[in-house]
């Protein structure tokens, strides 16, 4: 029996793509090692979207070829699309696929040859990967959408992916039915741009939304992974306020808190824009988690333009953020700007952020104490029941069992260290 192993590197989407190509693998009876391993088929699923992300992807194909020179080597992905020609250099690699023809993978791996398979990134249709089950056995990442026509001027992604395209909505219906089936509880919609969802058809992310609400019994959660700003409508907030199933978590990238810097980002909002918008939020849910990315060091970002953006960050009182130094990617617009940033002080603005992002969390977090939230819980040690509120709390319980997979009621007794922590509402009761 051929062994295969495989490295993803990025995001979720790389991760569903990865999930699919591991289940067509093991169906057509290749077995899967670690990729420390020896493997006769090597599968790096690779990322551009930083410079970091770029130098690990180069990092794990080197390994693969270290381990095993015999092996076959097949690098998919962003960094594949955005960096051919580096890739072409690399005598050993057999297959190179970009942001088209991953659906053929398990083809080329069956015949034993490789090819070189880059596309024209902006004249793609959505390529549907089948996917039954996800190594996560609680929630499942569905890949809905790809590609991105926004063009920020930092951002790689619309070179790496192509054009915005969505898949067939009856047959999202239909993967996630099969999902559930095999015990996910909770869907993470995911894509490059979700809010853009049906842009090229009839349909759009709340009708789709509607139709996993209606059409996928046993369906305990729907999740959303990031969406726009500008991408919340009214009618997906009327849907969220009519279906405790869609939980009451949004990530909305926000990337600078400066005026300035988002008219250089090529950002489709002010901040006046964004802070109506998540206000608007609020007073429709209580106790709604924001979260949101940033950016940091962007070209020309003053002192004073990062101080901008630590205020507005701290009036929009996010339950967390993701914070990221600013990485230059050729042929991006903002690489061609002037008044780049040192690395020293992109790296002492993103431990200043992050340290915020900590207070804030904490601050949310502790306004769930005496509070009762559902948690789906997703591991067990030590006594201890850890799983997530809708809201993206983590939380534990004491409990004499395991409790993974399972949904259960939780009343907030204290926080501590980063984690809530309560007791299961029927033991409360009982006691």
């Known amino acids: 029996m051929k062994t295969f192993a495989i490295a993803t590197l990025g995001c979720k989407v790389n991760t569903f793509e990865s999930e699919s190509y591991i289940e067509s693998l093991k169906n057509s009876g290749y077995q899967q090692v670690d990729f420390k391993d020896a493997a006769d088929i090597y599968i790096i699923n690779t990322c551009s979207v930083t410079n970091t992300a770029a130098s690990k992807s180069r990092q794990k194909i080197h390994q693969a070829i270290r381990q095993n020179g015999d092996a076959m080597i097949c690098v998919v992905g962003c960094y594949v699309q955005t960096n051919q020609k580096d890739l072409h250099e690399i005598e050993r690699i057999d297959l190179l696929i970009g942001a088209k023809h991953k659906s053929r993978l398990l083809e080329y791996i069956n015949q ?68 559930v089936s095999n015990g996910h509880k909770e869907i993470v919609l995911s894509g490059i741009h979700i809010g ?14 509607k139709r996993l609400l209606e059409d996928v019994a046993g369906l305990e959660r729907i ?111 903002a690489a061609q700007l002037s008044s780049h940033l040192d690395a020293n002080t992109k790296k002492e603005r993103a431990q200043r952020l992050i340290a915020a992002s900590s207070l804030m969390k904490a601050r949310y977090e502790m306004q769930f104490v005496n509070q009762e939230v559902l948690v789906l819980f997703e591991s067990y040690q030590n006594g201890l029941a850890t799983g997530h509120s809708g809201e993206y709390v983590l939380v534990s319980v004491p409990s004499d069992e395991s409790l993974n997979n399972q949904c259960h009621r939780v009343c907030i007794t204290h926080h501590k260290q980063g984690r809530n922590y309560g007791v299961l509402v029927k033991k409360a009761v009982e006691s």
């Not at 333009?305 to 996010?318: G, H, N, P, S, Y």
Request: proline share 3%; hydrophobic share 35%.
């Open 223 to 333: 999740r959303l992974s990031s969406i726009e700003v500008t991408e919340i409508t009214l009618g997906l907030l009327d849907l969220m306020a009519s279906s405790d199933k869609i939980v009451r978590h949004l990530h909305i990238p926000l990337q600078s808190g400066c005026d300035t810097v988002l008219k250089r980002m090529n950002r489709p909002y002010t901040t006046k824009e964004f802070y109506d918008r998540i206000q608007s939020i609020r007073q429709r849910f209580d106790l709604i988690s924001i979260s949101t990315d940033i950016i940091v060091g962007f070209p020309g970002e003053s002192e004073e333009e990062f101080l901008t953006t630590m205020d507005f960050v701290e009036q929009c009182r996010f339950s967390f953020m993701h914070v990221f130094p600013y990485s230059m990617r050729a042929n991006t617009v």
């Open 112 to 179: 034993g040859q490789g090819d070189a398979l880059i596309s024209d990134q902006r004249n793609l249709t959505f390529e549907s990967l089948p996917l039954k089950h996800y190594s996560n056995q609680t929630r499942a990442f569905l890949k809905i959408q790809d590609g991105c026509d926004q063009f920020c001027s930092y951002c790689i992604i619309p070179y790496a992916r192509g054009n915005e395209r969505s898949a067939s909505c009856d047959d999202l219906i239909e993967m996630a039915k099969g999902l």
């Open 196 to 209: 853009r969802y049906g842009k090229d058809g009839n349909e759009d992310l709340t009708y789709l939304l």
